[in-house]
């Protein structure tokens, strides 16, 4: 069975401050993919990254950075510089069966 | 290009009654699942379509039934309504699967009275 954990429920920073979210998964796939999507008041859920467990390599577009860690099954998300419009909920997500497992979700406030 | 419509965007209906749900994905994506999120539970995966056949349904009770159509618009049913089933159902499009970007649409908020 695939697991994502998301240990942090709520983050509040203050503007321009770094914000790292953690995700923690759990596969016996060898092959999979992980995302990360942020869903604001408006309750759309809108795709921020994708990442196949071969990529190990981290990214960054814009303020937004990600780092895979295979050896730890973790898949963390930092935000950089934070901004009021960041404020969210952000979730991990791992792909399997045809479906996606979602983390609880992490709030992240963000206070000018 | 549009992005991925539902209707209604929301809905206010009697315990056991049914209600359908309306999917449109992306021009060109063939897959369309469904999920539903509540504040109790999260984000939990109902069902998932590709080419009108179901690949994987997730652990719901029967009352919960959907289907895709040869355009891949897809609905969604849930028969004999009760105050659990209240909550955000999201449809998400994709080109092929799961293991591509999955575009979420705007959900339709269901209320049970």
């Known amino acids: 069975a695939q697991k994502v954990t998301q240990a942090q429920t709520e983050i509040s920073v203050v503007e321009k401050e770094d914000v790292t979210l953690d995700c923690v998964y759990e596969?016996?796939?060898?092959?999979?993919?992980l995302f990360w999507y942020k869903q604001p008041p408006s309750g759309e859920l809108v795709f921020l990254i994708r990442r196949n467990s071969f990529d190990e390599q981290n990214e960054i577009s814009g303020r937004y950075s990600w780092n895979f860690q295979k050896s730890t099954s973790s898949f963390n998300f930092t935000i950089t510089a934070s901004q009021v419009v960041d404020s969210a909920v952000y979730f991990c997500?791992?792909?399997?069966?045809?479906?996606?497992?979602f983390g609880a979700g992490t709030t992240v406030t963000v206070r000018a | 290009k549009a992005g991925v419509t539902q209707t209604p965007r929301y809905l206010i209906k009697t315990r056991g009654q049914q209600v359908t749900l309306s999917c449109s994905p992306i021009s060109g994506h063939r897959s369309v699942s469904w999920y539903q999120q509540t504040p109790g539970q999260g984000l939990q995966f109902l069902f998932e379509y590709f080419s009108e056949t179901q690949r994987n349904k997730g652990n719901f009770p029967g009352r919960f039934s959907g289907r895709q159509f040869s355009n891949s618009r897809s609905e969604m049913n849930v028969s004999t309504l009760e105050l659990g089933d209240s909550a955000l159902y999201l449809c998400?499009?994709?080109?092929?699967?799961?293991?591509?970007?999955?575009?979420f649409g705007p959900g339709t908020r269901l209320t049970v009275t």
């Open positions: 596969t016996r796939d060898t092959t999979y993919y």
């Open positions: 997500a791992l792909s399997g069966d045809y479906k996606l497992s």
């Open positions: 998400a499009s994709s080109l092929v699967g799961s293991s591509y970007e999955q575009y």
